[in-house]
């Protein structure tokens, strides 16, 4: 019996070395597929990644077995559903490292993390005259909110200038910090060029001047473990589905001293503790930030990814993705006629791209006909192509189930978009 | 790969990398810009009108092989028509291009852009420079987006 017992333990333990991507590819069964006639060449990854067979299948039992709206009903569904969905707070609470699982709130994405910041820390902390500091390398996400914000208090959007090799020029960063500024948004990753903040300085920095700081971990949190106490940012954005997750489901984390002094963001059921015509009561935190029936199944789906990226470790997952760059980087730098865009001493697996007298569009098109695919266009950060003086890019993002032989493919790919285009 | 040589003929090659009436004209009379903000393709078309006539149409901008193709194609073809003949050509092109109607007969070199029925998400790379003549003839103030 016991050593019936060993077997199967050992049987569902992944082992630890050597990374074998053939066995990751195994969980992903969209990965097996053809297009146009030619073998899927997934390197769309910024944009979202694919979903292992733990994910689908938790969301598919949650349905199966477990469906039923939270923190209300006394019957057994409901606890159970409920149970599910603060599991899945405490999984991401672990993830991120935070300090208390309140700290964790369950939005849409790393986009309404951001919207929510903006309306209810912003709202009561920015005025007219105050500024926001972000970057040239912003993705419109964290962008957009600001420039709302400002706009209707009369403050000012500040933005830190990157250098050419797509690294945020620190003395110019610095300059920018002042008496005015309110906040600091900043991409941890780049969704386009790549490049790594030194969010950990950057945190240092504003905390010096008492300034707070937001940090965008879309393209951060799927490459790189993420340590918000190490950190010490104050919000920590991301969405589930970059992270192997469903769609529809993000989290923002915030310190509890910060989320406490802000408003709510959305009124409605769950967030109240009690309602009278005359006033309302808010609910203590998380739930003060959760109007409304959450997505429960995308929460247990991303517990499942969570889960499913810590058993293979994210460190492992980052070793073999810098892998994967480093054979791509060098292998594109032999491609006639192309230049890559960002090349920053820190950078994630992103790589965007240019194609001497080829419009990325006609690129993505021909590739796409090999089975490769890959992002064209300006990713959602048109400032940042203007920086670069560049309409669009062709960008090549990748994720733990990517291969060697999938970076020859891309190569391949290109050589025939010559032959083709000229 | 049979797909990919009837998207990308010869001539509409040719017009990606030579675009013809490729400039800023000194007696235009009407103008537009065109923008796919999918791809970021961004036009200018530049037109000009006697009476209902075109005399003459040029373009500037940058844009994927499709869409400065058809522009250049366009260009081309529109010179001496007018107004009524350009937009009864944007009917059937448009027909051509989404796969409505197989008939190149009228169309002359345009014919070049049936491939592109095959690839529904370039067919706004297509339409671009055709969409921009409309609002130019209209006498829209706007830039016209596809989105």
């Not at chain 1, 909110?145 to 959007?157: D, N």
């Amino acid at each position: 019996m016991g050593t019936a017992t060993t077997a199967s333990h050992d049987v569902g333990h992944r082992p630890r070395r050597p990374f074998d991507v053939q066995r990751v590819r195994e969980d992903f069964p969209i990965l097996k597929q053809e297009v146009h006639g030619k073998p899927l060449v997934y390197l769309d990854n910024a944009a979202t990644t694919q979903k292992p067979r733990q994910v689908i299948e938790a969301e598919q039992q949650f349905y199966l077995h477990d469906n039923s709206n939270i923190h209300r009903g006394v019957h057994e569904l409901s606890e159970r559903a409920t149970q599910a969905y603060e599991d899945g707070r405490e999984k991401v609470r672990r993830f991120l490292n935070a300090r208390e699982s309140r700290e964790i709130i369950f939005v849409r994405g790393t986009t309404e993390a951001i919207n929510l910041v903006a309306q209810t820390f912003g709202r009561e902390r920015v005025g007219a005259g105050d500024e926001i500091v972000i970057s040239a390398m912003e993705h419109h996400s964290n962008i957009v909110p600001w420039q709302i914000l400002c706009q209707e208090k009369g403050a000012r959007l500040r933005v830190a200038p990157i250098n050419d090799r797509g690294e945020l020029i620190w003395e110019e960063f610095l300059k920018l910090l002042g008496a005015r500024t309110r906040l600091v948004a900043v991409t941890h990753v780049s969704n386009v060029l790549g490049t790594v903040n030194p969010v950990k300085a950057i945190v240092d920095a504003a905390h010096r001047l008492d300034i707070p700081v937001l940090l965008d971990g879309a393209q951060a949190a799927p490459h790189q473990p993420v340590d918000v106490q190490a950190l010490d940012c104050d919000f920590y954005a991301f969405s589930g589905h970059k992270v192997y997750g469903p769609t529809g489901v993000g989290v923002l984390y915030g310190k509890a001293k910060l989320l406490e002094a802000m408003p709510p963001y959305q009124g409605g059921g769950d967030m109240i503790s009690s309602v009278t015509f005359e006033k309302t009561t808010y609910n203590t935190l998380p739930y003060k930030f959760e109007a409304g029936t959450p997505n429960v199944a995308g929460v247990v789906g991303l517990g499942a990814a969570i889960d499913y990226v810590s058993e293979i470790g994210l460190e492992r997952i980052a070793a073999y993705e810098q892998e994967l760059l480093q054979d791509a980087i060098r292998k594109l730098e032999k491609v006639p006629g192309l230049t890559m865009i960002g090349a920053a001493r820190q950078k994630a697996a992103v790589i965007s791209f240019v194609l001497e007298g080829l419009h990325p569009h006609d690129v993505g098109t021909v590739l796409d006909q090999e089975g490769v695919a890959v992002r064209t266009g300006h990713h959602c950060a048109q400032p940042l192509m203007d920086r670069f003086q560049v309409p669009a890019t062709t960008r090549a993002s990748f994720a733990l189930y990517n291969t060697h032989q999938e970076v020859d493919a891309l190569v391949a790919g290109l050589h025939k978009v010559r032959e083709v285009l000229g | 790969m049979s797909d990919l040589r009837t998207l990308y003929q010869e001539v509409i090659l040719d017009h990606s990398k030579r675009p013809r009436n490729f400039r800023l004209p000194a007696d235009s009379n009407r103008q537009a810009e065109g923008f796919n903000p999918l791809c970021g393709d961004r036009i200018t078309l530049y037109l000009k009108l006697d009476g209902d006539r075109i005399t003459d149409l040029a373009f500037q901008g940058s844009g994927c092989a499709i869409s400065t193709a058809s522009a250049s194609l366009l260009t081309e073809t529109l010179r001496g028509k007018t107004t009524a003949e350009a937009e009864e050509l944007f009917g059937k092109f448009h027909d051509l291009v989404t796969g409505k109607a197989k008939g190149t007969d009228s169309l002359g070199k345009l014919a070049v852009f049936s491939g592109v029925s095959e690839f529904p998400i370039r067919v706004k790379c297509a339409t671009l420079a055709w969409h921009t003549l409309k609002s130019a003839l209209e006498g829209g103030e706007k830039p016209v987006s596809t989105e």
